[in-house]
């Protein structure tokens, strides 16, 4: 009975004081509500309550809201300039820092790589100490 009573009843959204109109069934109020474009939604940019109807075309031209150069990788907000130089440095930056990277990777396996040959060759001058003496031992007898 309370189901059904409920499922008659007809109440206005909760963003009416935002310009919503609509009188909608109990039923259909949750559903409404979560699509509703008069809902407020705050810019990512600068935080302000905008409409949710408005709130695209908004963050279009707010000059808070962060963007992210697919060129450079850089973010930046709207409002800072961010030119072809100011993209290509940010390249260039990026291209450097892996190139920074990549050498000193080269120039630690270099320093392993020579370090293991000082190791060899000490064994080696080692190795030949002992087949000299044993060879010296064997031409005594």
Do not use: W
């Not at 009416?16 to 609509?22: D, K, L, P, Q, S």
């Not at 949710?52 to 709207?78: G, M, P, S, W």
């Not at 450097?96 to 060899?120: C, G, V």
């Not at 080696?124 to 064997?138: C, F, N, P, V, Y």
């Amino acid at each position: 009975l309370l189901t059904q009573l409920l499922s008659q009843l007809k109440v206005i959204c909760k963003n009416t004081t935002n310009g919503c109109t609509e009188i909608i069934a109990y039923e259909a109020l949750e559903k409404h509500e979560q699509t509703c474009p008069y809902e407020m939604k705050k810019c990512q940019g600068c935080l302000k309550s905008i409409l949710k109807q408005n709130a695209d075309q908004y963050e279009l031209q707010c000059e808070h809201v962060e963007i992210f150069c697919v060129n450079c990788q850089a973010t930046y907000r709207r409002r800072d300039t961010h030119n072809a130089i100011v993209c290509l440095r940010n390249q260039m930056k990026n291209q450097n820092d892996l190139f920074e990277l990549k050498l000193t990777s080269l120039e630690n396996d270099l320093k392993r790589q020579t370090e293991l040959l000082i190791n060899i060759d000490q064994q080696q001058k080692t190795l030949i100490g002992h087949l000299d003496k044993q060879s010296r031992e064997a031409e005594g007898k």
